[in-house]
């Protein structure tokens, strides 16, 4: 499994662009990218998941640069309701799902 | 679907009794897992299924924890006896493959989650 780092905790207010950052430096030719986000009192929730470039959801747009060592979580305009706690995920199809701490994320008015 | 129900939402026990988490996962979904969530340790899996069957167990914390699936839509987690420091958040999930990867990968599909109480 490739060892990935993310900020402990952010700060940003409503209306802001926030993007978050995960290094994943050993990552794999098989692994893929994924972001999970999990609010208070409730499981994890599948953000958006990629292998290169950028994919775009409903949710957020993940950024993969060519080597694929990091990558950025980005949510557009976020209200009060995004404060949670962001995971970022890196494995393989042949691989479990290890999950790391995680980045709080906190939305003030 | 109504997602992945886990039951009950709360248990408060006293420390020597056995407790029994429950989970039903999405039909269709071939894999379930066991987490548990706590402040020091985070989310760690337990044990996880596929077709009913445990595939690996690795992450249970000792013989005092045992997991079952007698069928596809029923899965327990059993702590005996029980002990203040598993005191936790269990979560329960479910999912099409063993990561969610596909073309149409959704991720695993958690559940809202037992807390349990040892005092």
């Known amino acids: 499994l490739a060892k990935t780092t993310q900020p402990i905790s952010m700060d940003s207010y409503e209306g802001q662009e926030v993007n978050i950052t995960c290094s994943h430096n050993?990552?794999?030719?098989?692994?893929?990218i994924t972001w999970y986000q999990q609010f208070p009192s409730q499981g994890p929730r599948f953000i958006i998941q990629?292998?290169?470039t950028k994919v775009t959801n409903e949710v957020a747009s993940l950024f993969i640069p060519a080597d694929r060592k990091s990558s950025t979580l980005s949510l557009p305009r976020v209200s009060l309701s995004d404060t949670a706690v962001y995971y970022c995920?890196?494995?393989?199809?042949?691989?479990?799902?290890?999950f790391g701490s995680g980045t709080r994320l906190s939305i003030r008015p | 679907d109504a997602g992945v129900i886990q039951s009950p939402r709360h248990e408060v026990t006293e420390m020597g009794q056995e407790v029994t988490l429950r989970c039903k996962p999405i039909?269709?979904?071939?894999?379930l897992f066991w987490y548990r969530q706590t402040m020091m340790r985070g989310l760690e899996l337990l044990i996880y299924?596929?077709?009913?069957?445990?595939?690996?167990d690795s992450g249970m914390p000792e013989d005092r924890f045992s997991a079952k699936m007698p069928n596809a839509s029923f899965s327990t987690l059993k702590i005996q006896p029980s002990e203040p420091r598993d005191s936790a958040v269990y979560f329960c999930?479910?999912?099409?493959?063993?990561?969610?990867?596909?073309?149409?990968?959704?991720?695993?599909?958690f559940g809202s989650g037992t807390r349990l109480t040892v005092v």
């Open positions: 999930a479910s999912s099409l493959l063993l990561n969610g990867l596909s073309d149409t990968g959704r991720g695993y599909t």
């Open positions: 050993n990552i794999a030719t098989n692994d893929y």
């Open positions: 990629g292998y290169k």
């Open positions: 995920l890196v494995y393989s199809s042949a691989s479990k799902i290890i």
């Open positions: 039909s269709g979904h071939d894999y």
């Open positions: 299924f596929n077709n009913n069957v445990p595939i690996d």
